[in-house]
């Protein structure tokens, strides 16, 4: 049996105690081996930069490792080691011996200009073996961390390719220096070789050549040393050698030079010749390979060492002084200009490059249209109106002219003369106000018509709509039958209205309201008739599916929508505020909680009804709370304040460059931590939320805000001084939300880039560099470490336990009794007790399997509430046995009778199981503590803390009446060494049957130390063997049977010679025969 489950068991009985932690010694503390910690060392690319050590205080620790085995003793710049500001400890505040108390010192912190900006506080300790180690009691600034050095320097004391210097640091050798890409480790400092030959060391015209820790110059093909006999360097550089005075290398070829250049040579072929490769000779070019060579419009010949250029018909030289050539280019001749063209009346010239075309006026045509106009084929004019198809249109007049035509338009047409027809309708519609606000106008041919907007009618309805006869809004909720229809909701808007369901129901066609088809239904029918999409419950299914229909939304969504959509969605998530029951455990649903999220957020992008007006909406229901405004690009750098009833939001807007306004929102997401639970935020600390979801949605960019964002949250109950308020933020990193979750993804409650600026009793106040959807966990005490030797010790005791209750119910059942005794409460408290102890040592083989748990949980509360009620039973039997010896009556039967027994006994838990199952079926199963026990969420824990509390406070009250009475009794029996013998043994069992009922339980309440630990234990798991020996083994009549079972005759005889010790009944009838005698 688990330890810490009998923790969690009777932690209902008791106050919260806040544990403490002994002081470190020599052989509690903890190595630190962080080799960024040397004040030599220096980079930011170390674990965790910028370092700080506020995690120190409290706790011992040593400094070992390549880093370092003490703390440096002098003043070191800030930006030194891993970390900004440098905490040092002078030598003088080192103990020279060691000492039996640790030595208190001061350490400084340099933090701006002086080393000594900050002083706190450090207990020392010289340890055996020549070591300190340091606790340090405060820390006062952030990104501040203690650096150490060598005490004393040996050749592996800082770890490979590095020196220890005199004073304990730690450097490069030569060659070497700190890598700025791998940061270093417990082992290296990571000094990477250094490559000179990123440096001109080489001087120019040189290779140069990196090796480990040196490198290596070799002169360029075509150079050598200035100096041959001295190493290439940069004052002895290497120069070009003139390859055309050691020899003549272009003698292979005629008709070529040669020309030095550097660390080269080029052998030149004269002008009009080029080499070529492959016969190693210059020959002739020919200029007119290449295309234009001349220029356009010539044409080009070539000749040896030379070529030709000529122009082209319709082409002459630009100069005509000078002949054609690249320079000189043809250029086309103008005929228009010339008297080369003639075109002749109604024409007009064009030049084209090389040649020239005649083209007839507008209106006019060649005599004969085959062929070109020109002198011969002169331009006459055309009439237009001579044509099949009427050039201004059906209906209207056309009147030809000389080289053009005129039209008469009918009335509501006007003359376009690019047109076709040139007689075009006249657009009416295109003069403002024509049809007035709130309609629309309809242009006709010659005509135009007026109708008013959809949900809009004129004023007068029997005469199209104009500027006199306005257009005005249709309430359509007004109408019968409703628009909407039968048990809807209808909101009128200008222009239109909006159908949408109550709370409690969902639209039975989706987001998209199909008049006279769509109905409201309630959630749940809604889920029962969603077929589930594979892998996912029906639930789920119908969030995805709301997901979908919102991400494809255009349309303006209203408060009343937004509400039921939200509604609808927890309550199809299990969290809404008329769920029935509680199916999500303690450990929620994180990937249902983002959908949800999701949700929210298209939510609010649909609440913008416009985007070139100011808008405002707030919003408070049971299952949402959300405050609303638009905002533009003018209020870019002003703050701004949303807030619902438990949370403030304020912010400087940032990053504003769109055109109109669009949402900003601040939502409270009533019962979304029961979907992302508190368990989802890793810790060892026990923790619970402490205000509700809430998430924000701004237009801008809010992943790295330049100034923080500040949520002040009221508290809804006092916290625990125990507990450490954190601010987080719900952090999902899968790539698909809408995906079950997998090993390995990160979905979970994250404090990065939020931190905790105030609190107090009613508020907290969180700042954070982003925006997201946030919450505030309580994180309550830690954890005691777990003791393998209680855990040993509980298991050995339990199995003693069950061992004896084994025995007793053994004994009750198979030997025979005195008439007189009623053992009827005895052995169902063995029974009880004895089960509740064989499922309490298997309770956590079930903590895997939510329906197992919940059902070992109910089994254990009935059993538990069992055994106080035959402890009861028994209590109030030896009271009744009193009350009848203060009357002098000799006992004929003890005890109640077993009818009404069995009533009490196990009626009186049954119905405390069944009217706890009513109020909160979920109360059952797995707890935060990882047992499957009662929770402790709306008291339900007093379902148990409750019965148990009223069942010992009445067995205290018994067993001071019990004493009183007989301390009365007593008093009336006559004198001698027999009797009062006799009453010492009525006495003894009396109080040892009150310690096995009640006494264990209440050490339940003193568990902060070992001795009580160990004590708790041994009791309260030998309630089975007290039993055994106070009722069973000290009784006569069952020592008399184990020895007719066990034994020979002989044996018979001598164990009945043996002290009888009867049972308590027994004891008490014997008393009350001697009183009446």
Known sequence: MNYGIFCLLYATLAVPVVFGYPPGSCDGYTNITESWRNFKYYGSISPGYPNDDAKLVGSWWRFTGIGGDVVVNACVGTWSGGTISVIHIQ???????????PLRSRAYGNIDTYCNDVTMQVDIVLCPGGFYIYRPLNHKAPEMGYLTMHSTCRPDSCGPSTICTVLGGCVCVPGRLLS???????????????????????????????????????????????????????????????ECNTGFPCSGSSNAVCNNSPGSFQCECIEGYEYEPHLDVCQDINECETPDFCGPGATCTNLVESYRCECDPGYSPNDALLEVSPTNNCIDIDECETTLASCGPQATCQNFNGSYNCTCEKGFAPTDPASPANAANICIDVDECDVAVNPCGEQHTCTNEIGFFNCSCLSGYEVVSEATPICQDIDECDTLELCGPNAYCTNLLGSYSCACDPGYE??????????????????????????????????????????????????????????????????????????????????RTFLLTMLDELSENKNYLPPGKVNNFFAAATQAAGIGPQVESNTLGNHGDGVTGSIILAIAELLVAGSNPSTVEPFTVTMNSSTLEMSLLTVNASMNGRPLSLSTTAQRMDIHLEHLNFDGFKPAAFLNLKGLDRLLSHEYFETENKTEMFADVFTAFLPMNTTNLTLPVNFTIYHDKKPPESGLATCVFWEDKRTNITENEKPGDIIHWSEEGCWLSYSDENHTVCSCSHLSTFALIMQIGEPPPESTFLEWLNRVCVAVGLFFFALAILTFLLCSWNPKINNTARLHLCLTLGLSHLLLLWNDKFVYHEVACTVMAGILHFLVVASFMWMLLEAVQLYLLVQRLTKVQVIQKDGLPWPLLYLIGYGVPVVIICVSALLYSDGYGLTEAGACWLSQKRSFNWALTGPVIAVLVLNFILFIATLWSLRQTLANMKSGASQSQDTKVIIFKIVAQFVILGCTWILGLYQTNIFFQVLFIVLNSQQGTFLYVVHCLLNKEVREEYIRWLSSSAFKKRGASEKDLPSVSEDIDKVAEKVSQ
């Open 91 to 101: 030598t003088s505040d080192h103990p020279s011996e060691e000492l039996e108390t």
């Open 180 to 242: 700025t890409v791998f940061p270093p480790t417990q082992d290296s400092f990571e000094c990477v070789d250094i490559d000179e030959c990123l440096a001109p060391i080489c001087g120019p015209f040189a290779n140069c050549t990196n090796i480990i820790e040196s490198y290596s110059c070799v002169c360029m093909e075509g150079y050598e040393p200035t100096n041959p006999g001295l190493p290439i360097k940069s004052d002895n550089p290497c120069t070009d050698i003139d």
């Open 458 to 539: 004129p004023t007068i309805l029997q005469e199209e709509p104009d500027p006199s006869n306005i257009c005005t809004d249709i309430n359509e909720c007004l109408e019968i039958p409703p628009r909407c229809g039968q048990g809807t909701l209808c909101l009128n808007a200008e222009g239109t209205f909006h159908c949408f369901c109550g709370e409690l129901f969902y639209p039975s066609t989706g987001l998209l309201w199909e008049e006279g088809i769509t109905v409201c239904k309630s959630v749940q029918d809604i889920l029962a008739e969603t077929p589930p999409v594979e892998g996912q419950t029906k639930g």
